[in-house]
T-cell receptor, first 118, second 110 residues
């Protein structure tokens, strides 16, 4: 089954304790992205990756790191989490958006990770 | 002013009604997405448009590039259509970023 998986689904942690949220897709997609969703602010893009070893900042990259060593995985790293990073996080993947196609590629979303930083 | 504006923010209707959700944007785009977020939080991509119109079952999405406007229509609405519908645009300037609207919360009453 084609899917994007995230782990953990729920996490409560404390300020300053490094954490990693994993994201994996089994569709051989080039493009992967991380979003956060906050009440009143909607979804905002944190980082995205066009392919292995290629990552770029989205709209709200501060306090986050990512890596793309393999095509299927795109972990989100919070080196020193703070309470303002409490949010619902989504990972997504798609075929490359820059390869000409008859239609823009569909994005597949993971189930979300609810993070609380105390 | 947000680059992507949706209207209405909240919409309550009776089962069977024809639903329209609007999305206006102020930037040049290469594509527009309509997403559905279920009450449990999961997000599903409904449509990706770069021009014209697309139809899938009871859902229809249209886009007018000149007017920078897209609409999502639901025919014969059903309570299971209750969700948040989110418009997102791929900005045309270089980076492959998505910019999202605030979402429209749709409630269909039986």
């Amino acid at each position: 089954e084609a899917q994007v998986t995230q782990n953990p689904r729920y996490l409560i942690t404390v300020t300053g304790k490094k954490l990693t949220v994993t994201c994996s897709q089994n569709m051989n997609h080039e493009y992967m992205s991380w979003y956060r969703q906050d009440p009143g602010l909607g979804l905002r893009q944190i980082y995205y990756s066009m392919n292995v070893e290629v990552t770029d900042k989205g709209d709200v990259p501060e306090g986050y790191k990512v890596s793309r060593k393999e095509k299927r995985n795109f972990p989100l790293i919070l080196e020193s989490p703070s309470p303002n990073q409490t949010s619902l996080y989504f990972c997504a993947s798609s075929l490359s958006p820059i390869i000409p196609a008859t239609s823009p590629p569909r994005q597949y979303f993971g189930p979300g990770t609810r993070l609380t930083v105390l | 002013k947000n680059e992507v504006e949706q209207s209405p923010q909240n919409l309550t209707a009776q089962e069977g009604e024809f639903i329209t959700i609007n999305c206006s944007y102020s930037v040049g785009i290469s594509a527009l997405h309509w997403l559905q977020q279920h009450p449990g939080g999961g997000i599903v991509s409904l449509f990706m448009l770069s021009s014209g119109k697309k139809k899938h079952g009871r859902l229809i999405a249209t886009i007018n590039i000149q007017e920078k406007h897209s609409s999502l229509h639901i025919t014969a609405s059903h309570p299971r259509d209750s969700a948040v519908y989110i418009c997102a645009v791929k900005v045309i300037q270089g980076a492959q970023k998505l910019v999202f609207g605030q979402g429209t919360r749709l409630t269909i009453n039986p």
